[in-house]
C-alpha cells in the first residue's frame, strides 16, 4: 500500500475531521457520566497549548483529541471557570 499518490486533506475537510473527533470525544465523556460536555468544550481544551507552541502536525492534534482524559478535561474547565473564560 502507498500512499504517494494521495490528497492532501483541503481545509474545509480537516475541519470536519476535527469537529467530528471532538464530537465523538465528547460522546464518550457523556457516557461516563459527565452530561454537558460539548464538542467545543473539548476543542477548547485541547487547542488551549496550541496558543503557546503554535500549530502543531496533523497527527498530534488527532492523537491530543483521541488521548484526551477526563481528569485533564475536568482541571481545564476547572481553571477555566476561576478564570472566568468558560461558562
Given amino acids: 500500500m502507498t500512499i504517494e499518490n494521495e490528497t492532501p486533506m483541503t481545509n474545509e475537510e480537516w475541519v470536519s475531521t476535527i469537529e467530528s473527533l471532538c ?3 465528547a460522546e464518550e465523556f457523556r457516557l461516563v457520566g459527565y452530561e454537558y460536555v460539548s464538542g467545543k468544550d473539548i476543542w477548547e481544551c485541547v487547542s488551549e ?5 503554535g500549530e502543531p502536525m496533523m497527527h498530534q492534534v488527532v492523537n491530543d483529541i483521541l ?5 485533564k478535561f475536568m482541571n481545564f474547565m476547572t481553571i477555566s471557570a476561576y478564570k472566568g473564560t468558560h461558562f
Fill in 67 to 71: 488521548s484526551l482524559k477526563v481528569i
Fill in 49 to 53: 497549548k496550541y496558543a503557546k507552541t
Fill in 23 to 25: 464530537q465523538s470525544k
